[in-house]
């Protein structure tokens, strides 16, 4: 991690990295556990752990062993938007940026390989 250690320092980045690990450890053991009793209490159908592109519930150990992907539209649209956003050619828009990688899930993909 050469760059975000010069970024904002190696002493830094090791806290960084630390309180995001929490923050993950803490939403998924406890807050995603918390907003589904609140969901569920108030009548909504809540499902975790779904994969985004495929649409499709996935547990934990059936996620880590899943193939995933992403369509190569996507990702040309996600380097374009970065390289705008990091220029100051364009600001952030959540809708946007969800309604544009919507638009692009199709095509070719590229298979990617997670270790966990």
């Not at 960084?16 to 995603?32: A, D, K, P, R």
């Not at 952030?92 to 309604?99: G, L």
């Not at 990688?101 to 997670?114: C, D, E, S």
């Amino acid at each position: 991690m050469p760059f975000h250690f010069r970024l904002i320092g190696k002493d830094k980045y090791v806290l960084f990295s630390l309180i995001q690990s929490l923050n993950t450890s803490f939403g998924i053991s406890i807050w995603e556990p918390i907003a589904e009793i609140l969901a569920n209490s108030k009548g909504y159908s809540v499902k975790r752990q779904v994969d985004v592109v495929n649409g499709k519930l996935k547990r934990c150990k059936e996620k880590i062993k899943a193939k995933r992907f992403i369509y190569k539209n996507m990702l040309d649209f996600i380097n374009e938007y970065i390289d705008e956003l990091l220029s100051g050619k364009k600001n952030p828009d959540k809708e946007y940026e969800i309604n544009s990688l919507k638009k692009h899930a199709y095509g070719q993909i590229y298979m990617l390989k997670l270790e966990m």
